[in-house]
């Protein structure tokens, strides 16, 4: 069954850090790239931070550049989202997507298959 399931969300105070786990199942991703994105209710989804298949290429987004680390575990079957340095404004509903592509797109119609997501709380 091919599938991204997250996992690692939380409360977290801000300052703090949290680890987001991405696990891949039913494909291999050496021909995917794999994104987070996050939304928060009644706003857009927007892209935190992408890597490809190969781990050559990886591309985070503006708000979270320095503070947020996407990688993989060295057999591919899980993609880590490190968050350090928590914001409120980071609060929202983290999601993992996979793209059938050999490079990393940015654009949220690219990427096909999704996880349920994992909420992530900043309150102080």
């Known amino acids: 069954q091919v599938q991204l399931v997250e996992s690692g969300g939380g409360s977290v105070q801000p300052g703090g850090s949290l680890t987001l786990s991405c696990e891949v199942s039913g494909f291999s991703f050496d021909d995917f790239a794999i994104a987070w994105f996050r939304q928060v209710p009644g706003k857009e989804l927007e892209g935190v931070a992408f890597?490809?298949?190969?781990?050559?290429?990886?591309k985070h987004g503006d708000s979270v550049k320095g503070r947020f680390t996407i990688s993989f575990d060295d057999y591919k079957t899980t993609v880590y989202l490190q968050l350090n340095s928590l914001k409120p404004e980071d609060t929202a509903v983290y999601y993992c997507?996979?793209?059938?592509?050999?490079?990393?797109?940015?654009?949220?119609?690219?990427?096909?298959?999704w996880g349920q997501g994992t909420q992530v709380t900043v309150s102080p």
């Open positions: 890597i490809s298949g190969s781990g050559s290429t990886t």
């Open positions: 997507a996979a793209d059938h592509a050999d490079l990393v797109r940015l654009g949220l119609a690219a990427y096909g298959l």
